[in-house]
C-alpha cells in the first residue's frame, strides 16, 4: 500500500511540477510578448481598446439593433485618429455575435444609428447638445471631456498619474436602457480617487 501511495503522490507532484512549469513558461511568454507592444502604444490606440472592451462589457436591450444579424457601429466625432484606431482595432472582431463597423460621423450627422459614441476634441457645448439628442436612446456615449458626466454622458476618460482611466455613469447608462457589466463597474474611478 505505501508503494501505492508514494505512486500516486508522484504522478501527483510530477503533474503539479509541469503545470507549474507551463503556467510559468506561459507567463514569461507572454511578459516578452507584451513588453515591445505596451511601449508603442499610443492614446488613440489605448482608447480604441477601450471602447471595445466598454461596448463588450455592455448589454443592449433586445431591439438596440435593427436585426439579430446587423452589425455593431461604433461611431466617432471628432477624433479621426482613435476612429481610424478603433476601426484597426475592431477589424474582424465581434461583440455578443454582432460583427463591428466604424463610422467617422461629420458635421451635422445623426448619432441615432450608433450602438458606441465616442465624442472628443469639440466644445463642451456641441458635446452636451449631442448627448441630449441619445439620452434615452441605447447608445454607449464615451468622451474625454472634462463635463461629459454633467451632460450626461456614460463614460468619461480621464488620466491620472500618467495613465488612462474612466468613470462611468450607471445611470446614465440605464436611462439609456444600457446594462454595464459589474465587472467593468468596478474598475470605474473618480478623477479624485486613489488609484
Not at 512549469?21 to 513588453?35: D, E, K, N, S, Y
Request: charged share 15%.
Amino acid at each position: 500500500m505505501p508503494e501505492a501511495h508514494e505512486g500516486l503522490q508522484g504522478r501527483l507532484g510530477s503533474r503539479a511540477v509541469r503545470r507549474s512549469a507551463g503556467i510559468l513558461a506561459t507567463t514569461l511568454f507572454l511578459m516578452q510578448a507584451m513588453t515591445p507592444a505596451a511601449q508603442e502604444v499610443t492614446e488613440p490606440a489605448l482608447k480604441a481598446a477601450f471602447l471595445y472592451h466598454f461596448a463588450r462589457f455592455t448589454t443592449w436591450p433586445a431591439d438596440g439593433l435593427s436585426s439579430p444579424s446587423a452589425p455593431m457601429t461604433m461611431c466617432v466625432l471628432g477624433d479621426q485618429a482613435v476612429g481610424a484606431a478603433l476601426a484597426q482595432a475592431v477589424k474582424h472582431r465581434q461583440v455578443a455575435g454582432h460583427a463591428i463597423r466604424v463610422v467617422q460621423l461629420g458635421a451635422g450627422e445623426s448619432a441615432g444609428a450608433c450602438q458606441v459614441l465616442y465624442l472628443s476634441g469639440l466644445p463642451a457645448a456641441r458635446i452636451a447638445g449631442v448627448v441630449a439628442t441619445v439620452r434615452e436612446v441605447p447608445v454607449l456615449t464615451v468622451s474625454d471631456s472634462a463635463t461629459f458626466l454633467k451632460a450626461g454622458g456614460i463614460a468619461q476618460f480621464h488620466f491620472q498619474k500618467g495613465q488612462l482611466r474612466f468613470v462611468l455613469a450607471a445611470d446614465a447608462a440605464s436611462r439609456a436602457g444600457l446594462q454595464l457589466s459589474s465587472r467593468i463597474l468596478i474598475l470605474s474611478k473618480k478623477p479624485t480617487e486613489n488609484p
